[in-house]
Structures are given as C-alpha cells and as structure tokens.
T-cell receptor, first 111, second 115 residues
Framework: QKEVEQDPGPLSVPEGAIVSLNCTYS??????FMWYRQYSRKGPELLMY????GNKEDGRFTAQVDKSSKYISLFIRDSQPSDSATYLC???????????FGQGTRLTINP | NAGVTQTPKFQVLKTGQSMTLQCAQD?????MYWYRQDPGMGLRLIYY???????DKGEVPNGYNVSRLNKREFSLRLESAAPSQTSVYFC??????????????FGEGSWLTVV
C-alpha cells in the first residue's frame, strides 16, 4: 500500500463547478501538507500549504486537513478553464528530507 | 528571481551515451533534489542532497550519479543512457526550516528521450 493515495482521475467538470480533490495517507506523523498545481509541460508549483489540522483559504482555493481520518482535500470554487492542470498533494514531517507525493489528479474544466 | 533553473530543457540521446543535467537555485536553499516523472508513476525521487558535499539515494537511483558542486548547483549524470530512462526530470530545492520552509520548489523540467 502506498503511503499517500490520490485518485489519478481524469476528472472533468463544467466551468463554475465546485471541485473537490482528495488524498489519503497512512503515516500519522505527517504534519505539513501541500498542494501543487502542474500545468502541461511545466514544473509543479506550490498552491496551498497547511500545517497540522484545519482549513486554509486563499481566494477560490480551500485546503482542509483531517488528521483523525488521515485525509486532506483541496476545494476549488467557481472553477475556471485556467484551473485545468494536474494537482499533486504532498506531505512531510518536520525535519524529514523527503516529501511524499500523491500520484496527481488530472483536472479539466470545460467552458 | 529565477528560482530553480535546469538545463537542457530537451535532449535526445542514443542508448549508451552519457549526459549531465544541470540545476542551479538562487534561493539559498539547503536541500536539493532530482525527481523523474513518468505517466502513471507520479514523481519519483532519484537522489537528494541535504547540504553541500552530501548526497543520498532516493527511490530510483540506479543508472544515475549526482554531484552537489556547491550550495547553488546540483547535477544529475546518466553514464550510459537506457531507453528506460526516457522521462521528464525535475530538479527541486527546499530551505528546510520550520513552517513554509518545508515546501519544495521545482524547476521547469528537462525532457529526455533515449532512443
């Protein structure tokens, strides 16, 4: 079993829809949780960063962490075609050199 | 601010040829990484360097060597390229402090094809 599980999709939704992307993990020691967005033929770029449990909001994006369920989510409100990309979750423990990445979910927003 | 810069962006190699991917970061980060990304496999760590002068193996180190030349530069070398090394390679760096220092910053990628 992988340490981080993420449904690879693809996920296709109409413009304006609310999108929910999720990752589950098995290591209860993870403390730092990140979401990266990767456009086609580009490197991943940091989208959201969350420490421990709770919610974090940035514009149309909300990241949620539920440590009791070992489950993290990224919500995109009022989705736009420009949100079409692959979204990767990542997590780590303070002091650890390595991050553990999910496989990535490929998202398409249809106009 | 350039961030993480890697070269070349595209390269075609013949089986058995050697080449070096170059990476430099200007963020004064301590740690640097080389990943490969393949369809259906996600990002896989090849090698990483926690500081200048140190390197460690990741998940898929076979067929690769690395050099942490100084704090800014971390190169990846393919000594005898194989078709299985056809992939997109990403260099990344990280500060390794508390809070947002745990985040990792990626370069734009190097597309390598081995024929």
């Amino acid at each position: 079993q992988k340490e981080v599980e993420q449904d690879p999709g693809p996920l296709s939704v109409p413009e304006g829809a609310i999108v929910s992307l999720n990752c589950t993990y098995s290591n209860s020691a993870f403390q730092y949780f990140m979401w990266y967005r990767q456009y086609s033929r580009k490197g991943p770029e940091l989208l959201m960063y969350t420490y421990s449990s709770g919610n974090k909001e940035d514009g149309r994006f909300t990241a949620q962490v539920d440590k009791s369920s070992k489950y993290i989510s990224l919500f995109i409100r009022d989705s736009q075609p420009s949100d079409s990309a692959t979204y990767l979750c990542a997590m780590t423990v303070q002091g650890a050199q390595k991050l553990v990445f999910g496989q990535g979910t490929r998202l398409t927003i249809n106009p | 601010n350039a961030g993480v810069t890697q070269t070349p962006k595209f390269q075609v190699l013949k089986t058995g040829q050697s080449m070096t991917l170059q990476c430099a970061q200007d963020m004064n980060h301590n740690s640097m990484y080389w990943y490969r990304q393949d369809p259906g496999m996600g990002l896989r760590l090849i090698y990483y360097s926690a500081s200048e002068g140190t390197t460690d193996k990741g998940e898929v180190p076979n067929g690769y060597n690395v050099s942490r030349l100084n704090k800014r530069e971390f190169s990846l070398r393919l000594e005898s390229a194989a078709p299985s090394q056809t992939s997109v390679y990403f260099c990344a760096s990280r500060m390794m402090t508390t809070g947002t220092g745990n985040t990792i910053y990626f370069g734009e990628g190097s597309w390598l094809t081995v024929v």
